[in-house]
């Protein structure tokens, strides 16, 4: 398994600003995954972020909204931009650590968008 | 295109009752299946996992899971509940797709408990 922290928990964001997710792993992994839980819904997949190469976006997703760095193999970030009451969601990172098909998962990040 | 059908939104039981929970999938080849779950106000645990062999696998906390293909179905269930059980459910079916391996979630079951 892998230990994964993420930051901030929460936060309370105004309308048309831009919030940065951090996502800590405590080992190298080379696959990482992002999700959006929204009210009361399942977990939707936003993006797959590799070290060394492009996010890769799922449909109705956008870098332009949800830009993704992955610095190194223990990191990553999404940014939500330009932000609407609509993105307020539970956000929640992911990561594969043995390429075995397993997804552990961080306790997620609860934006709340006024 | 895969996908999870959860067809009970809310399911309440009693401490030391069983419980079983659906789960329909639909995917193209021999699927991965899991089931993670949600305490509230945290990230997702894994409970279970089914790769192949055999069909009935067995997770954490007392949790176990049966695959029947012939049904496309991996339903949960414990013989008797606890109280820390009351939580979110999902289920969730993925594949080796190349280097990626896509999950694609449930809507949930919320499980309540009654003392």
């Known amino acids: 398994s892998a230990v994964i922290s993420q930051k901030p928990s929460r936060d309370i964001c105004q309308r048309g600003t831009s919030l940065t997710i951090q996502c800590q792993v405590d080992?190298?992994?080379?696959?990482m995954f992002w999700y959006r839980q929204q009210p009361g819904q399942s977990l939707t997949l936003i993006a797959t972020?590799?070290?060394?190469?492009?996010?890769?976006?799922e449909s109705g997703f956008v870098i332009d909204k949800f830009p993704i760095s992955r610095p190194n193999l223990t990191f990553s970030t999404l940014t939500v931009s330009n932000m609407s009451p609509e993105d307020s969601s539970i956000y929640l990172c992911?990561?594969?650590?043995?390429?075995?098909?397993?997804?552990?998962f961080g306790a997620g990040t609860r934006l709340s968008v006024l | 295109a895969q996908s999870v059908t959860q067809p009970d939104i809310h399911i309440t039981v009693s401490e030391g009752a069983s419980l079983e929970l659906r789960c329909n999938y639909s995917?193209?080849?021999?699927?991965?299946l899991f089931w993670y779950v949600q305490s509230p106000g945290q990230g997702l645990q894994l409970l279970l996992k089914?790769?192949?062999?055999?069909?009935l696998v067995q997770g954490i906390k007392g949790f176990e899971a049966e695959f029947k293909r012939s049904q496309s179905s991996f339903n949960l269930r414990k013989p008797s509940v606890h109280w820390s059980d009351a939580a979110e459910y999902f289920c969730?079916?993925?594949?080796?797709?190349?280097?990626?391996?896509?999950?694609?979630f449930g809507t949930g079951t919320r499980l309540q408990v009654t003392l």
């Open positions: 992911s990561v594969d650590p043995t390429g075995g098909n397993i997804q552990y």
């Open positions: 080992s190298q992994v080379t696959m």
């Open positions: 972020a590799n070290q060394g190469s492009e996010a890769t976006y």
């Open positions: 995917y193209g080849a021999t699927p991965y």
């Open positions: 089914y790769f192949s062999g055999d069909t």
């Open positions: 969730a079916v993925g594949g080796n797709t190349g280097t990626a391996s896509k999950l694609t």
